[in-house]
């Protein structure tokens, strides 16, 4: 279970959303005060491409541990990879993309599992949610799972990343996580 929480923290994964096309009277949208939607969401997670730290923060199981994640813009545009423990055996992969007017992000897990999650519309300004849409590898009635997720974008370089796992049927204590920007 302690493995767990390490890995539920990494999706976010980058559930970290842009206004889009930036507003044409020269001001820069603090990505904060957006409310977000599938299209919009995207786009923003296509800006990500980098080096993130990754901080534990409240909740999660490891206090100060850090980490590097790092985002990827691939396919001609169309996904965005996060990579989580790059080289290590508990690498972690996750893909963003748009399935039609629907952002779905799949979990390329080190419990050898892939849960699929959707963008979720929450109506809070710089709030990002995936909920389960279900996955491969895993009986989500047993086995463990990355389950949900919610990103609270602070700034452009900064976000809260909220990861709930599920194992048994039933959530896990959440897995916070402090993302910022590396220079």
């Known amino acids: 279970m302690k493995n767990f929480v390490i890995l539920a923290s990494s999706l976010g994964l980058a559930f970290v959303a842009w206004a889009g096309d930036p ?64 080289g290590q055996p508990n690498e972690m992969i996750s893909v963003y993309h748009m399935d039609g007017n629907t952002m779905l992000m799949t979990h390329y897990c080190a419990l050898q599992n892939a849960p699929v999650m959707k963008f979720e519309k929450s109506g809070v300004p710089g709030e990002i949610k995936l909920g389960f849409l279900g996955g491969t590898n895993f009986d989500p009635k047993v086995d463990a799972h990355a389950h949900e997720g919610t990103l609270m974008i602070k700034d452009q370089d900064t976000f809260e990343q909220i990861s709930v796992g599920y194992a048994g049927g039933k959530p896990l204590p959440p897995a916070e996580s402090l993302m910022k920007r590396k220079e």
């Open 23 to 86: 507003p044409t009277d020269g001001k820069t949208v603090n990505p904060a005060t957006v409310v977000y939607d599938d299209k919009s969401a995207f786009a923003y997670i296509k800006t990500l491409a980098g080096s993130w730290a990754r901080t534990g923060g409240p909740g999660h199981e490891h206090g100060s541990s850090s980490s590097v994640v790092s985002f990827k813009v691939t396919a001609a545009g169309s996904a965005v990879m996060e990579t989580y423990n790059a």
